[in-house]
């Protein structure tokens, strides 16, 4: 626990640093620059950093009801059994569209799917709850585009999630980076 707040402070630190960096800018500390080099290296590491905080890497293992997965904020174990939300998290890098499933368990844990074996075990703990649904047991909520990257709703297509994606990724890169700019003074 004390390896996921650590990870997440930094990562809100890195997000704060144009700030900080207008501050000592204003005080005189730093020259007016300042905000705007920091901002670019935010862009860049937060961009980076974000989504990998949760995300499964190797060693995994996996049991007939947890996956456990080694993640840069230390080892982290998903309930199947008790699953509350699944969601699909699209990034693009080098003309690419990357898949991450975020699933989190009734005990608050969240993690990061991205591999196949992973989403092998995740399928049918959904279709399990949606059985389970179906007589009245309250089930988890599984994203539309969740759904169909798993291949549980045929037909539905994930290209308007990744379209939205792409559109909110550059839309809010461009506006943290106007945002810096003005700090600076450029």
Known sequence: ????????????????????????????????GAPIVLGLL?????????????????????????????????????DLNQITSVRLLTTFSY???????????????????????SRRKLRPAIEKADANAARGVTGPHVSRAARAHLGLAPGQGIVAHTV?????????GSLYVVAVLQLGGQ
């Open 1 to 32: 626990m004390a390896c996921a707040r650590i990870g997440s402070g930094l990562a809100v630190t890195v997000l704060l640093l144009p700030l900080g960096g207008y501050g000592l800018a204003r005080a005189g500390v730093a020259p007016n």
């Open 42 to 78: 935010s862009v860049i590491v937060g961009f980076v950093l974000l989504p990998a905080l949760c995300e499964e890497r190797a060693p995994f293992r996996h049991s007939s009801s947890h996956l456990t997965a080694r993640t840069l904020t230390g080892e982290r174990s998903v």
């Open 95 to 117: 003309g690419s569209a990357y898949r991450t499933l975020w699933v989190r368990d009734a005990n608050g844990v969240r993690l990061g799917i991205a591999t196949e074996r």
């Open 164 to 172: 939205l994606s792409f559109l909110l990724l550059t839309v809010a």
